[in-house]
């Protein structure tokens, strides 16, 4: 039977053996247009879905091919255009019976208003993934594999991750870093506070024997120190580097004198912000090497010894 148009006034039903619906009211309550199809149901395109008596879905949606209609753009559009929306405009699934969703897609564009609340036990992702803008994370994060962001990124909670992680950009991280493992820097490290470690050393290939390597280790001592040493000969002024003036206290400069080719008896006489003087009681010319020890002004001065057991920045 073909009917050109078919108008129904009350509901639609299509189905052999239909249950009755519910959920659309009975009798005096019955909601006027509403319909209840049995299914499969299919809209647009049959060939999308060509497998004889295999349906693919309950409700199966293709491009329309009807060429009275004109070209449309989408497969499916939900709009909240003329009505404001609601936070459930669109569900999928619900707390009591939760559904599988899978998505074959070129392109996904999601143009969000306000915010977009994911809750999952794990969320998957294969391949790259590119985020443009400032990203927020809260609570724990475990990332397995290559993680590539340019931009910036804020994160506060606990973060853990198994794999490499490549950062294109500036990271700003503010609270503790705590690293379990080697930690390999390829450039420049700058501190602006103190770098507080069970040793401090250098490890180099080493410059003579091919295959070793050579390893020096800080000096310690209780206190923020630096030196400067040479050599005089024939000359009794020890000519300090400008900068010493504003970098080391005036009293706690030390010397340290090693005459050299025959006994002297040398001593300081001076010490001033830019020059020590040298003596020589035995009256000879003054030949030695010197070490010119200083206690830095610019930093707070250590605290040796504290009660506790964690580390604190003095």
Known sequence: MKIPDLELGKRLTVGANPIPVTC????????RGTAAIQ?????????????????EASVMIARTTNPEAPVVPSILKVTSRAFPPTPIDVMIGDVTGPVGVSVNSTIINILNATVINITSPITNGNGAFNWVGTKTLTGASAETGVLVETGAQAESGKEARSGAKVINGSTVINGALV????????????????????????????????NHRLVHVCIEGPEAGVYYRGKLENNNIIELPEYWKGLVHLESITVNLTPHNYYQELFVKKITETQIIIENNAGQAIYCSYTVFGRRKDVSDLVVEYEGNEIIDH
């Open 24 to 31: 659309f009211g009975i009798g005096p309550t019955e909601i």
């Open 39 to 55: 299914g499969p149901l299919l809209v647009g395109a049959s060939q999308s879905f060509p497998i004889p008596n295999a349906p």
């Open 179 to 210: 690293v379990n493992g080697a930690t390999h820097i390829n450039g420049f490290l700058s501190f602006s506070g103190s770098i507080v470690g069970i040793t401090k050393k250098f490890d180099i290939s080493h410059p003579t024997k091919p």
